[in-house]
């Protein structure tokens, strides 16, 4: 079964560094895009980014471009999204996704369970 | 970049087909046959449940089909059951970001 499983739900202070993980299961870890969303509390969906762990090939969202970092160890199956300095506005649940690519399209076809990240002081 | 244009909600009765509409412009829904459509659950994760515009993946019903004409792509739900109510979210790809997703629709089944 192909499966994505996240890292736990953090609680952290404005300024800190944060790093959260997203391991694949069942399928080529390397050959597959793997890929950031966010939804903020109440609100919809936001594409933040992706990475090809083959090669660490990475796209980011020009809204996220510069705000996060996203990694990939194809050597253990996971993918990281990562913050040097949070944020209140932080404060979402962060999923992580398979991503699919057809030409420079992409669709998410298997989801991870979320992530909750609050900011708070 | 902004987010496609869905209704904030649509709402009908067990049995009856409803439509949800994607509103985007030619950089995005109207260029290119790339649109996909996700279900979410309260306090659940997305779920695929149509990628290129009209394509299902494998286990998702087929009362579930998708449809595009000009800047708008539409996803129909037919036979309404009350385990279909949920948000639903288009996303297509836009050369600005590689993928946009819609302001999501809430689904009520009455």
């Given at each position: 079964e192909v499966q994505l499983v996240q890292s736990g739900a953090e609680v952290k202070k404005p300024g800190e560094s944060l790093k959260i993980s997203c391991k694949g299961s069942g399928?080529?870890?390397?050959t597959y895009w793997i890929g950031w969303v966010r939804q903020m509390p109440g609100k919809g969906l936001e594409w933040m980014g992706i990475i090809?762990?083959?090669?660490?090939d990475t796209t980011y969202s020009p809204s996220f471009q510069g705000q996060v970092t996203i990694s990939a160890d194809k050597s253990i199956s996971t993918a990281y999204l990562q913050w040097s300095s949070l944020k209140a506005s932080d404060t979402a649940m962060y999923y992580c996704a398979r991503h699919i690519r057809i030409g420079y399209y992409y669709y998410m076809d298997v989801w991870g369970k979320g992530t909750t990240v609050t900011v708070s002081s | 970049q902004s987010a496609l244009t869905q209704p904030a909600s649509v709402s009908g009765s067990p049995g009856q087909s409803i439509t949800i509409s994607c509103t985007g412009t030619s950089s995005d829904v109207g260029g290119y046959n790339y649109v996909s459509w996700y279900q979410q659950h309260p306090g659940k994760a997305p779920k695929l449940?149509?990628?290129?515009?009209n394509n299902r993946p494998s286990?998702?019903?087929?009362r579930f089909s998708g449809s595009k004409s000009g800047n708008t792509a539409s996803l129909t739900i037919s036979?309404?059951?009350?385990?279909?109510?949920a948000d639903y979210y288009c996303s297509s790809y836009t050369r600005s970001s590689s993928v946009v997703f819609g302001g999501g629709t809430k689904l009520t089944v009455l």
């Open positions: 399928y080529s870890f390397s090809y762990p083959g090669d660490s | 449940m149509i990628y290129e515009v286990g998702v019903s087929n036979g309404l059951q009350a385990e279909d109510e």
